[in-house]
């Protein structure tokens, strides 16, 4: 099936730096990519849907300027968290879609990227 | 607000026994319905659908139930293997928003030798 890589995979950083993650689609072009968040024991929360060349739109409450997205091709999307704090700790999961017309069983995620701010 | 509600956080089930898991949803504008599975520390992974217009969708040991009057799914595992343990999401779509998925919270499944 479609892979979806995520790097890093965890990280670690000392409060107010910026840290930058990265979505790619292995196989596939993907139109469309979602960034979410988990917190322990809830539920993937959606932060933002990103399609190729546009900008991002965000979900309620996520702070546009504090989490940069920015999808400049068919297959990466990066996710900036800028000047991190320790609430900004959490596992970031993004999800790309590929193609139109299709349902969501082919929206594939990546792996995670775990993010400790220190 | 919680559109999408697993209100059992874990479940824990002998090998060989059904597990039930279910998923109780607010909005009547989902047409669409989704099982992830989840490991600690990996991305979900689509497990099983089933659209509004079934009640029923069945693969292999894992069925879908939807019951749209209720606003109730829920996903039978039998025989449950150990290898099924995991965090198991159900999501939903609404047909205007495609790929937009609404999550539950997740229930941990725990099947036991």
């Known amino acids: 099936g479609a892979v979806v890589s995520q790097h890093p995979s965890r990280v670690i950083c000392k409060s107010g730096t910026s840290v930058k993650i990265e979505c790619r689609s292995l196989?596939?072009?993907?139109?469309?990519m979602f960034w979410y968040r988990q917190f322990p024991k809830q539920s993937l929360m959606l932060m933002a849907t990103?399609?190729?060349?546009?900008?991002?739109?965000?979900e309620q409450g996520v702070e546009k300027d504090k989490f940069l997205i920015n999808h400049a091709s068919l297959t990466l999307s990066t996710l900036t968290v800028t000047s991190a704090h320790p609430e900004d700790s959490s596992f970031y999961i993004c999800?790309?879609?590929?193609?139109?017309?299709?349902?969501?069983?082919?929206?594939?995620f990546g792996p995670g990227t775990r993010l400790t701010v220190l | 607000d919680q559109q999408v509600k697993q209100n059992s956080p874990s479940l824990s089930v002998q090998e060989g026994r059904i597990s039930i898991l279910n998923c109780d949803y607010t909005?009547?504008?989902?047409?669409?319905f989704l099982w992830y599975k989840k490991y600690p520390a990996e991305g979900p992974t689509f497990l099983i659908s089933?659209?509004?217009?079934?009640d029923k969708n069945e693969d292999g040991r894992f069925t879908v139930f939807l019951n749209k009057s209720a606003k109730h799914l829920s996903l039978h595992i039998v025989p449950s293997q150990p290898g099924d343990s995991a965090v198991y999401f159900c999501?939903?779509?609404?047909?205007?928003?495609?790929?937009?998925?609404?999550f539950g919270r997740g229930t941990q499944l725990t099947v036991w030798p």
């Open positions: 999800s790309a879609h590929g193609g139109s017309g299709g349902r969501t069983d082919t929206q594939y």
């Open positions: 990103s399609n190729e060349g546009s900008k991002a739109t965000y």
């Open positions: 909005n009547s504008m989902f047409d669409y």
């Open positions: 089933i659209s509004s217009i079934k």
């Open positions: 999501a939903a779509i609404r047909g205007s928003t495609l790929g937009r998925l609404y």
């Open positions: 196989d596939f072009q993907a139109t469309t």
